[in-house]
């Protein structure tokens, strides 16, 4: 079994072949059964473990596991660890350990992507980043495959965080600065990201403007929420799956408080990609993409390295 570490599994996850990929693999025939969650207890810290298998049907067979431990920040650890196996779905035979902290980081970054360009006023040239973390890190690089992205402003619990992006960010070419506060970020921004690991409010519905997009990553588990139930109130909802209305807490919630229906989300990842749903219709449209992740990122992400290294060997 080849072994694939973090650096050639980046470097062969570039977002101008990661973005279009996942395209093809929400048009295509991938089989993904539903997610395996635990409630991890150690030494009294708690985590969550999710076990993510998927196959294409004609290749490959992949499994991803993922311990999210929000509290790793104590401990100046990140909150997300995922390892990805991908096997010949023929025979079972291993074929390559996958860095899985790159496969679901570059994976989650090119999915709100992916949906942003659907989602999204076509001229958005402006990213507002909220987290420091991997994802977030990854976001302007992935929303600027399908937007012509500029500005990036940057919001984090620990300031230092946010200076450190930031000035990552300024030496590739973007015109990035820190936001003190989380309604400042929105008010300059296009493109409202959020890649936290967040239980409690972070962006309002009263501070959104005509026009913006909201991308939802953080919560994947109905503790876990970054908005108040208002933003759903004047938006037009898309989600990545149907799962997402089952488990994110910011949906949750906004069905609870009565400001969103299941029934009024509009689409999937799946509806657009397939041509199914437009997605945004006017300049105005407030629109927000909540997103808890699909098996079949992963399996196209471990593809792509993969048959890159192959190529490369």
């Not at 450190?164 to 929105?186: C, F, I, M």
């Not at 989600?239 to 029934?263: R, S, W």
Request: charged residues 20%; hydrophobic residues 40%; contains cysteine.
């Amino acid at each position: 079994m080849q072994l694939i570490d973090a650096d050639v599994s980046n470097a062969l996850l570039g977002f101008d072949k990661l973005v279009p990929a996942l395209r093809h693999a929400f048009q295509a025939n991938i089989t993904v059964p539903l997610r395996h969650t635990h409630t991890i207890e150690c030494d009294d810290r708690k985590g969550i473990t999710l076990i993510m298998p998927a196959w294409d049907n004609k290749k490959y067979l992949g499994l991803k596991t993922v311990n999210i431990f929000s509290a790793n920040h104590e401990l100046d650890l990140p909150g997300l660890h995922s390892t990805y196996l991908l096997y010949d779905g023929r025979t079972g035979k291993p074929l390559a350990h996958v860095d899985g902290d790159a496969v679901t980081s570059r994976r989650t970054a090119a999915a709100s992507a992916l949906a942003g360009g659907y989602l999204a006023k076509k001229d958005a040239s402006s990213l507002f980043v909220l987290g420091t973390g991997r994802v977030a890190s990854f976001l302007p690089d992935a929303y600027s495959v399908v937007r012509p992205i500029k500005d990036v402003y940057v919001w984090n619990r620990r300031p230092e965080g946010a200076e450190r992006l930031v000035q990552e960010l300024n030496e590739k070419g973007y015109n990035a600065h820190v936001v003190s506060t989380v309604e400042e970020g929105v008010a300059q921004a296009d493109i409202i990201s959020c890649a936290t690991l967040s239980e409690a409010p972070l962006v309002h519905g009263e501070w959104l403007k005509p026009g913006q997009h909201l991308d939802l990553i953080g919560s994947f588990a109905p503790h876990m929420i970054e908005t108040d139930a208002q933003c759903f109130a004047r938006a037009a909802v898309f989600v990545d799956t149907d799962e997402a209305a089952k488990k994110a807490g910011d949906l949750l919630q906004a069905i609870e408080a009565g400001t969103l229906t299941v029934e009024a989300i509009q689409a999937t990842l799946f509806d657009l990609c397939k041509g199914e749903h437009a997605g945004r219709t006017s300049d105005d449209q407030i629109t927000v993409f909540k997103s808890v992740g699909n098996a079949l990122e992963d399996l196209t992400a471990a593809i792509l390295v993969y048959e890159g290294s192959q190529q490369t060997a």
